[in-house]
Antibody, heavy 116, light 107 residues
């Protein structure tokens, strides 16, 4: 059974940092792109970042480029999203997804709240 | 960037009725690389349809997708109470991958 489990969310002050993790199981992790998608409270879905299967390429939405870093460890079947200089507008549930073209599997999400 | 516009914003129907959800793209979605997701309250989204018309594993056949180019449709042929959710379309033909704003289906 394919599973994606996010962790690391929480309350952080503006300007602070947080590292989200995604633990994958039930499939050959190293063959798939990983994409982080977020959803602000009461809002729609927004792509944040994605990473190639071998980790050699990464892409970011403009609003997080330079502040967020996506990475992966195929030996550990995991992907991380390092978030720095957090802003109130980064408050959202962050989902880790398996990217097969369509996003065919989603984690349960982890809530990040940026507030003083 | 391809902008996806979903309509209507909210659809209020009764069980057994047919629901038709629209997703219109600002540019051609090549290869019909369009997906539909269902998100129930408090849950993560779930893939329903990919390639505009291909149902994902385990999705009931009352869900169907159609369309090409810039106009796509998700149809729920006979609404069940558990279909109450927000439905999103997403294109994966070009970067950045974009989502529509969603259609809320109330039953």
């Amino acid at each position: 059974e394919v599973q994606l489990v996010e962790s690391g969310g929480g309350l952080v002050q503006p300007g602070g940092s947080l590292r989200l993790s995604c633990a994958a199981s039930g499939f050959t992790f190293s063959r798939y792109w990983v994409r982080w998608v977020r959803q602000a409270p009461g809002k729609g879905l927004e792509w944040v970042a994605n990473i190639k299967p071998d980790g050699s390429e990464t892409y970011y939405v403009d609003s997080v480029r330079g502040r967020f870093t996506i990475s992966r460890d195929n030996a550990k079947n995991s992907a991380d999203l390092q978030m720095k200089s957090l802003r109130a507008e980064d408050t959202a549930v962050y989902y880790c997804t398996r990217d097969s073209g369509p996003l065919d599997y989603w984690g349960q999400g982890t809530l990040v709240t940026v507030s003083s | 960037e391809i902008v996806l516009t979903q309509s209507p914003g909210t659809l209020s129907l009764s069980p057994g009725e047919r629901a038709t959800l629209s997703c219109r793209a600002s540019q051609t979605v090549s290869g019909s690389y369009l997906a539909w997701y269902q998100q129930k309250s408090g849950q993560a989204p779930r893939l329903l349809i990919s390639g505009a018309s291909r149902r994902a594993t385990g999705i009931p056949d009352r869900f169907s997708g159609s369309g090409s180019g810039t106009d796509f449709t998700l149809t729920i042929s006979r609404l069940e109470p558990e279909d109450c959710a927000v439905y999103y379309c997403q294109q994966y033909s070009s970067t950045p991958r974009t989502f529509g704003g969603g259609t809320k289906v109330e039953i």
